[in-house]
């Protein structure tokens, strides 16, 4: 989980560039893309890459700018749909097993982009390769729900005792550890994508050049100008083609976001912006007033952590109050100015549990009611000293600058900020020489479990709270059995009111995609973890 989790910087809250967008543009006409062509309904689209994608393999890819571009080319066993919903692809019909612990895929006809044959032998060979600890994939976690998952990757058992076996050529069979209710949604995801066996151990750069790479998705790479431009065309192989509407995706590779946004003014690109690169900050208000910025939430919640093992907040009634006190909405419109979310659950809004969350935000009245009550419960009469530790960032020291203010205001107390470097501040946070620390977390698959059980164990990597909760515990183990999908989330949503009414965390904001795009563009996904996906992309007249 650790590739997901937030360190130096804020997501959307961006340095302004020192280059004047008169210069950008300038730079964009060295940078212009073939000039779109004019037709009744057009079926090419042209966006950006704000640098070159590290990878182009499916078991290697880790980031935004590699997943665009994998997720356009290959399939997995299930896709995300245009519903936000999990859908059967390179898998015609799954079946699982009473006891959600054996998965079996029955694939559809399907070939790569080369004309080979798509078989659940491909799907068995990329896993154990992600798996495998050779291959260093960094996100090979993502596959520990198989049985011996971890072992594996952690070199403690062999690859062949991985609970995967390609039953025949379209009958893939997975074994799990323990039930995984949301596995179905973590096929979704490229590290559960198939490799072509006979490419990929052919030549170990495959990935690498456009005249090698081959995939299974709804396009094909017909060429990669490396660090300049890469071209994506329609896929005539694959399964679902007639769904596909664009002949190519054009990418440019420019890394000042003035430049492409001067590219987007100019009608040079159909979209600027997230998740493939970012817009301008001192642009970003404009374009909320003038009605043009497209925002959407996606799985990500900026918090502060309370140490519930340090006076004072070991009393939940004071935890509370510091988080009833803030104005999350001003804080967003005013401070960050960048459309985020204001969070009063712990659960991002692309899995949300409780519509309009758990609490009021900025209910001061509540907040000074608790806080008194809390301290009289810790028989004080005065608060202690207390300090706000944040990894140095220009926008965490913000936040924490305009939620200090707050705090004096609503409730009277002074707070001390204290700013680290990323390697200490984490250090004393995961040994408690904290009370307050900031913190954010992206989810690694768009399920409320991601979330909810990062504070299981009062020992878990990332739960610096030291706060335990035994029927939180029980309810989230009593999740991972339950066979009815809304019980499920009605017994996450129990579990997630406990944790807000215990508050070891403090949710503040959720985190948001902005950017925006042709007019006549329609079609484009982005999923809960903010990946896009151009499967069905089109433009209209």
């Keep these: 989980m650790v590739k997901r989790l937030l360190s130096a910087t804020m997501n959307g809250l961006l340095c302004a560039s020192v280059l004047a967008a008169a210069a950008g543009a300038a730079m964009a006409a060295d940078a212009k893309p073939e000039q779109k062509a004019e037709q009744s309904v057009r079926k090419e689209m042209y966006l950006n890459l704000y640098s070159e994608p590290p990878t182009l393999d499916p078991g290697l890819g880790e980031e935004n700018l590699s997943f665009a571009v994998i997720r356009a080319t290959f399939d997995g066993l299930?896709?995300?749909?245009?519903?936000?919903?999990?859908?059967?692809?390179?898998?015609?019909?799954?079946?699982?097993?009473?006891?959600?612990?054996?998965?079996?895929?029955?694939?559809?006809?399907?070939?790569?982009?080369?004309?080979?044959?798509?078989?659940?032998?491909?799907?068995?060979?990329?896993w154990k390769r992600v798996l495998d600890p050779r291959t260093g994939a960094n996100y090979a976690y993502q596959l520990y729900a198989i049985k011996n998952g971890k072992k594996v990757n952690r070199g403690e058992a062999k690859v062949d005792d991985l609970g995967?076996?390609?039953?025949?050529?379209?009958?893939?069979?997975?074994?799990?550890?323990?039930?995984?209710?949301?596995?179905?949604?973590?096929?979704?995801?490229p590290s559960y994508y198939p490799v072509n066996q006979k490419v990929a151990e052919s030549n170990g750069k495959w990935a690498d050049e456009a005249a090698t790479h081959v995939?299974?998705?709804?396009?094909?790479?017909?060429?990669?100008?490396?660090?300049?431009?890469?071209?994506?065309?329609?896929?005539?192989?694959?399964?679902?083609?007639?769904?596909v509407k664009l002949d190519k995706?054009?990418?440019?590779?420019?890394?000042?976001?003035?430049?492409?946004?001067?590219?987007?003014?100019?009608?040079?690109l159909d979209w600027a912006g997230s998740p493939t690169s970012?817009?301008?900050?001192?642009?970003?208000?404009?374009?909320?007033?003038?009605?043009?910025?497209?925002?959407?939430?996606?799985?990500?919640?900026?918090?502060?952590?309370?140490?519930?093992?340090?006076?004072?907040?070991?009393?939940?009634?004071?935890?509370?109050?510091?988080?009833?006190?803030?104005?999350?909405?001003?804080?967003?419109?005013?401070?960050?100015?960048?459309n985020q979310i204001p969070a009063t659950a712990a659960v991002p809004p692309s899995m949300t549990l409780k519509e309009g969350g758990y609490f009021t935000d900025h209910d001061v009245t509540t907040a000074k009611k608790l806080l008194a009550e809390g301290m009289k419960e810790s028989g004080i009469t005065k608060l202690p000293p207390i300090t706000l530790s944040f990894n140095t960032s220009e926008a965490h020291k913000k936040i924490a600058d305009e939620i200090q203010s707050q705090w004096k205001e609503n409730l009277g107390v002074d707070v001390q900020l204290v700013n680290k470097e990323w390697k200490v501040y984490m250090e004393d946070l995961h040994e408690g020489n904290y009370q307050i620390g900031r913190m954010g977390w992206l989810g690694d698959f768009n399920d409320p479990i991601?979330?909810?059980?990062?504070?299981?164990?009062?020992?878990?990597?990332?739960?610096?709270?030291?706060?335990?909760?035994?029927?939180?515990?029980?309810?989230?183990?009593?999740?991972?059995?339950?066979?009815?999908?809304?019980?499920?989330?009605?017994?996450?949503?129990?579990?997630?009111?406990?944790?807000?009414?215990?508050?070891?965390?403090?949710?503040?904001y959720f985190y948001t995609n902005s950017w925006v795009q042709?007019?006549?563009?329609?079609?484009?996904?982005?999923?809960?973890?903010g990946y896009v996906d151009f499967k069905w992309a089109s433009f209209t007249n």
């Excluded at 069979?173 to 209710?181: D, G, R, S």
């Excluded at 995706?249 to 040079?268: I, P, Q, R, S, W």
């Excluded at 642009?283 to 925002?295: N, Q």
């Design 450 to 508: 991601n979330f909810l059980e990062l504070y299981k164990e009062k020992d878990g990597n990332n739960n610096d709270t030291n706060w335990e909760n035994p029927k939180y515990k029980a309810l989230l183990d009593q999740s991972a059995t339950e066979k009815d999908p809304a019980k499920r989330l009605a017994i996450l949503t129990e579990a997630e009111q406990i944790l807000m009414d215990e508050m070891p965390i403090m949710p503040i």
């Design 78 to 126: 299930t896709r995300i749909g245009a519903d936000g919903q999990i859908h059967p692809s390179a898998a015609e019909k799954i079946d699982i097993s009473n006891d959600l612990r054996t998965y079996t895929f029955h694939l559809r006809e399907a070939k790569w982009s080369n004309g080979d044959r798509v078989t659940a032998r491909d799907f068995e060979y990329a």
């Design 278 to 338: 970012s817009l301008p900050y001192d642009e970003l208000l404009t374009l909320r007033e003038d009605g043009k910025l497209k925002t959407q939430g996606i799985a990500g919640t900026y918090w502060y952590k309370f140490n519930t093992e340090q006076a004072p907040f070991n009393n939940a009634k004071i935890r509370k109050a510091f988080a009833y006190a803030i104005d999350r909405a001003s804080l967003i419109h005013d401070v960050l100015q960048t």
């Design 164 to 189: 995967i076996k390609a039953l025949d050529d379209k009958t893939l069979q997975v074994t799990l550890e323990a039930p995984t209710p949301y596995f179905s949604l973590l096929t979704s995801f």
């Design 518 to 529: 042709d007019e006549t563009l329609q079609g484009v996904v982005i999923d809960g973890l």
């Design 215 to 243: 995939g299974n998705g709804p396009f094909k790479l017909e060429s990669w100008d490396h660090k300049e431009k890469l071209v994506l065309a329609k896929n005539p192989t694959y399964w679902d083609k007639d769904a």
């Design 249 to 268: 995706l054009h990418f440019t590779m420019v890394e000042d976001e003035y430049t492409e946004f001067a590219m987007f003014e100019n009608g040079e």
